[in-house]
């Protein structure tokens, strides 16, 4: 057999491992089972691959999509890997086929979804032959507390009773300490090593702002700062991806909508432009981008609050897979605060279910209105440490101002208790500025002394307070009195006047000037680089895969930099194995060589 390094590099084209990938791949092979956190773009799926070709046997990998599954099969097979996947894509002479290789000793990798894996037939079947080791991927989908749940993930703990013998890797970007503890206790990984390798992803940048003309606001970030980008966009509800997607394309961009109302069809067709073309912005609920591989994500956009930190990690962690820098980019208000809020509420979880929710968005709400080094905050949650302010985000590039809120924090709680907690934000703002509606000469408002005292801060303005006072636990939402704001244990000392209170002051950011695409050193040749792309292109179509199966951006960069001038010298550039090689080295040299002065 050959060695973990040797394979590392003749295959995959690397030359080290990144840490902690040589201890969790060692461990596997010697027969341990292990469980995995590492951030996405860490390199994780090599932490089961290398294993898999040095161990005798095929690699069973249970992986919960099937875009992800053909996705890393296309990836392996340019390599020379005999991978296969087994899903509900396959026609029955296909599916035997692929049964009967795995049963020849034929197959390296076979990728199955769970639902699959629990059927009787294909338990039997992984029963006559022999198995190298079992990799769960995207393990987090196994906590019923996680943002992921599937739930034919419970039954992932047959693995252990059914083939004891057998080493097992869990994986996932994102858990925090309580669905650790549920993976763990779930899929039996109590005596497993466990590998922790950060959560920080220091080339994205987080930028949250204040949602005030959301379409504008976002618009004008896409021209100044990604015009010419692949990107994801998500949204709550089905209805606004449509029409985020088919507004962006009016307004020149090429975007696709992807939810779970489209049929399978158009879903697949949308994942598949997204993924194998340029410049493509898809727009999205949550269903979608669990695994997505494509490394050039410059940019992942939340038009709507997430519900939860481990949501938000997740999502923007699809953005600069390939190292190279990305934004998080998220506009929020009160009412996608109120809209969570009442979905929580209607849900049909346990009591204890929906308040360890209301705990996670709030949460989520103290990461938006936070004034100090937003990273650090993302860390702290997933108890992961940064010792000074990350100096990539708004918090830290552009400090925000802040002014003392006590007075006016101290109208707000007023007058939501002067009108006995009935109302929502909108009268509440509209009988402190003295409005004249018929609401509030129903209910005789006029007539309160919190009437007209909040004349000189405009709409915004007074939103902003109460936003920061429901995000802070000073308010809360009443959904049976349809989003009726009403006071806490913890606002008694504020009013009072017992403690003041620093408010966060909205302004509308500068947008920071990046380049589009990706940040090209001032050493590379713009048009020697655009070059090597068409050539990626054209394999990429012949073959039907993503352009970044056959380079990522990283290795034709490298290209720009080394100039092989033989297939030879071309075996040196960073992720390109023996196969891919021979296969492409002759016509990435040939345009290299059509790129240089004669005198060379």
């Given at each position: 057999m050959s060695s973990a390094q040797d394979i590392l590099q003749s295959v995959f084209g690397y030359t080290s491992f990144r840490p902690p990938q040589d201890q969790i791949v060692d461990a596997l092979i010697a027969g341990e089972d292990a469980f995995v956190i590492m951030p996405t773009g860490g390199g994780k799926s090599l932490c089961y691959q290398i294993p898999a070709l040095v161990r005798e046997g095929c690699a069973v990998v249970i992986s919960p999509l099937i875009a992800l599954m053909q996705d890393q099969v296309s990836a392996l097979q340019v390599l020379g890997v005999r991978a296969q996947f087994l899903n509900s894509t396959l026609d029955a002479d296909r599916v035997l086929a692929i049964e009967q290789a795995l049963s020849r000793g034929e197959l390296d990798l076979l990728y199955i979804a769970p639902e699959r894996f629990n059927q009787a037939k294909t338990?039997?079947?992984?029963?006559?032959?022999?198995?190298?080791?079992?990799?769960?991927?995207?393990?987090?989908?196994?906590?019923?507390?996680?943002?992921?749940?599937?739930?034919?993930?419970?039954?992932?703990?047959?693995?252990?009773?059914?083939?004891?013998?057998?080493?097992?890797?869990?994986?996932?970007?994102?858990?925090?300490?309580?669905?650790?503890?549920?993976?763990?206790?779930?899929?039996?990984?109590?005596?497993?090593?466990?590998?922790?390798?950060?959560?920080?992803?220091?080339?994205?940048?987080?930028?949250?702002?204040?949602?005030?003309?959301?379409?504008?606001?976002?618009?004008?970030?896409?021209?100044?700062?990604?015009?010419?980008?692949?990107?994801?966009?998500?949204?709550?509800?089905?209805?606004?991806?449509?029409?985020?997607?088919?507004?962006?394309?009016?307004?020149?961009?090429?975007?696709l909508p992807y939810h779970a109302g489209l049929d399978s069809r158009t879903r697949a067709a949308n994942q598949a432009t997204f993924l194998r073309e340029e410049a493509v912005i898809i727009v999205a609920t949550i269903a979608f981008g669990m695994g997505i591989d494509k490394p050039d994500v410059r940019f992942v956009a939340h038009l709507d609050l997430p519900k939860t930190i481990e949501s938000y990690y997740q999502e923007t962690g699809r953005a600069g897979r390939d190292s190279n820098p990305a934004d998080a980019w998220m506009i929020y208000g009160l009412q996608d605060v109120i809209k969570l809020r009442q979905m929580m509420a209607q849900s049909a979880g346990t009591e204890e279910h929906k308040r360890a929710e209301q705990q996670r968005l709030n949460a989520m709400l103290g990461l938006c209105e936070i004034t100090s080094c937003r990273r650090q905050a993302l860390l702290n949650y997933f108890d992961d440490a940064l010792d000074s302010p990350c100096g990539n985000c708004d918090t830290c590039l552009q400090p925000p101002a802040t002014w003392?809120?006590?007075?006016?924090?101290?109208?707000?709680?007023?007058?939501?208790?002067?009108?006995?907690?009935?109302?929502?934000?909108?009268?509440?703002?509209?009988?402190?500025?003295?409005?004249?509606?018929?609401?509030?000469?129903?209910?005789?408002?006029?007539?309160?002394?919190?009437?007209?005292?909040?004349?000189?801060?405009?709409?915004?303005q007074w939103r902003s307070v109460f936003r920061q006072l429901v995000a802070r636990g000073y308010l809360s939402v009443d959904f049976e009195r349809f989003g009726a704001l009403r006071l806490e244990e913890k606002c008694r000392p504020l009013l009072r006047g017992e403690v003041s209170i620093e408010l966060r002051k909205d302004i509308k950011l500068k947008a920071a000037k990046q380049q589009t695409q990706v940040r090209l050193a001032g050493d590379i040749d713009i048009a020697l680089w655009e070059a090597l792309r068409e050539c990626r292109r054209q394999f990429a179509e012949e073959q039907g895969v993503p352009p970044y199966v056959i380079f990522h951006d990283s290795s034709l960069q490298e290209m720009c930099r080394l100039l092989p001038r033989d297939v030879q010298e071309f075996g040196l550039v960073s992720g390109v194995g023996e196969r891919k090689q021979q296969k492409y080295g002759p016509a990435f040299v040939r345009v290299i060589a059509d790129h240089l002065p004669v005198h060379r």
């Amino acid at each position: 057999m050959s060695s973990a390094q040797d394979i590392l590099q003749s295959v995959f084209g690397y030359t080290s491992f990144r840490p902690p990938q040589d201890q969790i791949v060692d461990a596997l092979i010697a027969g341990e089972d292990a469980f995995v956190i590492m951030p996405t773009g860490g390199g994780k799926s090599l932490c089961y691959q290398i294993p898999a070709l040095v161990r005798e046997g095929c690699a069973v990998v249970i992986s919960p999509l099937i875009a992800l599954m053909q996705d890393q099969v296309s990836a392996l097979q340019v390599l020379g890997v005999r991978a296969q996947f087994l899903n509900s894509t396959l026609d029955a002479d296909r599916v035997l086929a692929i049964e009967q290789a795995l049963s020849r000793g034929e197959l390296d990798l076979l990728y199955i979804a769970p639902e699959r894996f629990n059927q009787a037939k294909t338990l039997s079947l992984l029963r006559e032959v022999k198995i190298s080791l079992f990799a769960i991927d995207e393990a987090h989908c196994v906590s019923q507390w996680g943002h992921d749940f599937r739930a034919d993930y419970l039954q992932l703990s047959l693995l252990h009773t059914l083939f004891p013998e057998i080493p097992r890797i869990a994986l996932t970007a994102t858990a925090d300490a309580r669905t650790r503890r549920e993976i763990i206790e779930r899929l039996d990984l109590a005596a497993a090593r466990q590998f922790i390798a950060g959560f920080d992803r220091p080339n994205i940048r987080y930028r949250i702002a204040l949602k005030q003309n959301a379409k504008q606001q976002f618009l004008q970030f896409l021209k100044q700062e990604h015009a010419r980008d692949a990107g994801i966009v998500y949204c709550l509800s089905r209805s606004k991806t449509e029409d985020i997607a088919s507004w962006l394309c009016g307004e020149g961009f090429r975007a696709l909508p992807y939810h779970a109302g489209l049929d399978s069809r158009t879903r697949a067709a949308n994942q598949a432009t997204f993924l194998r073309e340029e410049a493509v912005i898809i727009v999205a609920t949550i269903a979608f981008g669990m695994g997505i591989d494509k490394p050039d994500v410059r940019f992942v956009a939340h038009l709507d609050l997430p519900k939860t930190i481990e949501s938000y990690y997740q999502e923007t962690g699809r953005a600069g897979r390939d190292s190279n820098p990305a934004d998080a980019w998220m506009i929020y208000g009160l009412q996608d605060v109120i809209k969570l809020r009442q979905m929580m509420a209607q849900s049909a979880g346990t009591e204890e279910h929906k308040r360890a929710e209301q705990q996670r968005l709030n949460a989520m709400l103290g990461l938006c209105e936070i004034t100090s080094c937003r990273r650090q905050a993302l860390l702290n949650y997933f108890d992961d440490a940064l010792d000074s302010p990350c100096g990539n985000c708004d918090t830290c590039l552009q400090p925000p101002a802040t002014w003392n809120g006590t007075e006016a924090a101290q109208m707000a709680l007023s007058v939501a208790y002067r009108t006995e907690q009935r109302f929502g934000v909108n009268h509440l703002i509209d009988v402190l500025r003295g409005a004249n509606t018929d609401k509030i000469f129903q209910f005789n408002h006029h007539q309160l002394a919190s009437y007209g005292i909040g004349k000189d801060f405009d709409n915004n303005q007074w939103r902003s307070v109460f936003r920061q006072l429901v995000a802070r636990g000073y308010l809360s939402v009443d959904f049976e009195r349809f989003g009726a704001l009403r006071l806490e244990e913890k606002c008694r000392p504020l009013l009072r006047g017992e403690v003041s209170i620093e408010l966060r002051k909205d302004i509308k950011l500068k947008a920071a000037k990046q380049q589009t695409q990706v940040r090209l050193a001032g050493d590379i040749d713009i048009a020697l680089w655009e070059a090597l792309r068409e050539c990626r292109r054209q394999f990429a179509e012949e073959q039907g895969v993503p352009p970044y199966v056959i380079f990522h951006d990283s290795s034709l960069q490298e290209m720009c930099r080394l100039l092989p001038r033989d297939v030879q010298e071309f075996g040196l550039v960073s992720g390109v194995g023996e196969r891919k090689q021979q296969k492409y080295g002759p016509a990435f040299v040939r345009v290299i060589a059509d790129h240089l002065p004669v005198h060379r």
